[in-house]
């Protein structure tokens, strides 16, 4: 019985791929525009570019990671002070008060 | 909806021309505001202090006997200087540092009362020549030196009252070191009030209503030298070479510039003197002014009002 039901799903296979001609003639124009396009030279997407990648080498004497391109160096922040960064934040003065005037330095 | 007065200000202080700068300016105006003004006034403490190095002002002192360049705000500025030296018969000369350092204003040591052959031969150096200017040009003679103190900082807030005024605003104030503030007002917010001190004792003599002018005062109560027990102020009259007597002047005037010349100028002369040089000066400018002589026995002080389109004087 069970044989009988595999031969039978394994006709109806066949006669679904064998059958279905548009389904091949589709499935080969699109493997040829796929192809063609390949052939053409890309135009730059900059939107899409990857990510430029450097290849960090550790320096076993240092124990530190080196750079060898000269054009992007690590550069190590850690001593930087954020906080003068920091925009001094303006005094506000409420009303009108009377403003005190001094001889002339 | 109805405007409303100005009732927040950004307040910054800032130490330039040696003293306290403070702006203030509404918040409504921006957070940028101040930060702009000051720009302007670090550019004249910078260019045009006498006491800056390589500043136009320190270039004509070191090359005291050549010609100098100058640009448009020193050539303007030495014109209306001179003119007002004139007036008041040379008692205000802003090329008198010789007689400050003789009277040892910047010197840490004791000093004596300076000898009457020295005096005169200081007097001599800074009354040789005036200023001379010949085109774009400037000069003073060897042995003069011109000191910015009465008028520089000052002119300084001027340039910021003009790029306040181009930008719209109309409710600001700048105090330059107490000694002179500048009122920007509009009819929502129609007068600052300046505290003035006494000139002679501790606490304030009054309060004056500043609208849309300027403020200066001089005097003598905290910068003077203190020789054999006598306090001797720190303007001098430069026509006799001895420190002005009197006590405090107060010019309000259209621009800081001009009252912070006036009340120098006003302070140097002799107080006998007073009264023609202010009207000399009158017939050229507007101007209100007090002036406190040696002997006040705290009389009330009322300004004097000129106006130069009618010559009128008034007091107010």
């Known amino acids: 019985m069970k044989l009988r039901s595999a031969l039978l799903y394994l006709v109806s296979a066949v006669l679904f791929l064998a059958g279905n001609r548009g389904l091949w003639k589709n499935l080969g124009a699109e493997w040829k525009d796929y192809q063609k396009m390949r052939r053409q030279p890309r135009s730059v997407d900059v939107g899409n570019m990857d990510f430029e990648v450097r290849r960090l080498e550790y320096d076993d004497g240092s124990g530190r990671l080196k750079n060898p391109l000269p054009y992007f160096q690590t550069i190590r922040l850690e001593k930087e002070d954020f906080k003068r960064h920091r925009q001094v934040k303006k005094h506000v003065e409420s009303g009108h008060k009377a403003e005190h005037a001094s001889e002339s330095k | ?316």
């Open chain 2, 1 to 316: 909806m109805p405007r409303k007065a100005s009732d927040q200000y950004y307040a910054e202080t800032r130490f330039l021309f040696h003293s306290h700068v403070k702006v203030k300016t509404p918040v409504r105006c921006g957070e940028a505001l101040p930060d702009a003004c000051f720009a302007i006034l670090e550019h004249f403490d910078k260019h045009y202090n006498s006491y800056s190095e390589g500043s136009f002002f320190d270039r004509i002192n070191r090359r005291a006997g050549s010609w100098m360049d100058a640009d448009e705000h020193v050539l303007y500025m030495l014109r209306e200087i001179s003119r007002i030296s004139a007036m008041t018969g040379g008692a205000y000369n802003i090329t008198l540092m010789p007689l400050l350092r003789l009277w040892g204003f910047y010197s840490e040591d004791e000093s004596d009362i300076p000898s009457a052959a020295s005096l005169r031969r200081a007097v001599e150096i800074i009354r040789q020549s005036g200023i001379e200017i010949r085109g774009n040009q400037v000069r003073i003679a060897p042995g003069q030196e011109i000191i910015t103190g009465s008028f520089i900082k000052a002119y300084a807030v001027d340039q910021v009252l003009l790029f306040l005024k181009s930008e719209g605003v109309t409710d600001a104030l700048i105090n330059a070191g107490g000694s002179t503030i500048s009122a920007l007002n509009d009819d929502l917010h129609p007068c600052w009030v300046v505290k003035i001190p006494h000139p002679d004792g501790e606490g304030f003599m009054k309060e004056l209503p500043l609208k849309n002018a300027s403020f200066s005062l001089s005097g003598r109560k905290e910068h003077f030298r203190l020789i054999a027990g006598k306090a001797y102020g720190h303007i001098i009259n430069a026509a006799t070479g001895w420190p002005s007597s009197n006590l405090q002047s107060a010019v309000i005037a259209g621009s800081a510039f001009l009252s912070d010349v006036l009340s120098t100028a006003l302070f140097a002369v002799a107080p006998d003197d007073a009264g023609e040089v202010s009207r000399r000066l009158g017939e050229v400018y507007d101007f209100s002014y007090y002036l406190v002589g040696e002997h006040w026995q705290g009389e009330k002080t009322e300004f004097i009002h000129y106006k130069k389109t009618d010559n009128l004087k008034q007091i107010i």
